[in-house]
C-alpha cells in the first residue's frame, strides 16, 4: 500500500520557522516529482511548491518565494519545506502530493497524497 504521512506541523508565532516532511511508503520516488499544497479554511487548496526527481530547478508560489525552500532525499523516500519568515496568511492544512512523472503545479496531475498537516501561524 502506498501512503504518503506528512509530520512537522504546529502552532507558531510570526516570523518563525517550520518544517515539514513527508515519508513516502510502499513504493520508491526517488523517479517522482513531489508538491506541496496547501489549503485554508474557506478557500480552495492551492499550489506551493514542487521539485522534480533530480532535485533541480524547483517551483515556487509568488506567496512563498524566497521564504520556502522544498527539498528531497531520495535515499529516505522524503520530501521536506522548509519554512521561513511564517505569516499569519500562512496558516492552512498543508499536503505533501507525488506524481510519476515531470514536475507540476497542477494538483489534479498527482498520483499520491498525504493525510494533511495543520500549520497555524498567529499573529
Known amino acids: 500500500q502506498v501512503q504518503l504521512v506528512e509530520s512537522g506541523g504546529g502552532l507558531v508565532q510570526a516570523g518563525d520557522s517550520l518544517r515539514l516532511s513527508c515519508a513516502g511508503s510502499?513504493?520508491?520516488?526517488?523517479?517522482?516529482?513531489w508538491g506541496w499544497f496547501r489549503q485554508a479554511p474557506g478557500k480552495d487548496r492551492e499550489f506551493v511548491a514542487a521539485i522534480a526527481w533530480s532535485g533541480n530547478t524547483p517551483s515556487y508560489a509568488d506567496s512563498v518565494k524566497g521564504r520556502f525552500t522544498i527539498s528531497r532525499d531520495n535515499a529516505k523516500n522524503t520530501a521536506y519545506l522548509q519554512m521561513n519568515s511564517l505569516k499569519p496568511e500562512d496558516t492552512a492544512v498543508y499536503y505533501c502530493?507525488?506524481?510519476?512523472?515531470?514536475?507540476?503545479?497542477?494538483?489534479?496531475?498527482?498520483?499520491?497524497w498525504g493525510q494533511g498537516t495543520q500549520v497555524t501561524v498567529s499573529s
Open positions: 502530493a507525488a506524481r510519476l512523472g515531470l514536475i507540476s503545479v497542477t494538483m489534479s496531475e498527482y498520483d499520491y
Open positions: 510502499g513504493r520508491s520516488f526517488s523517479s517522482s516529482a
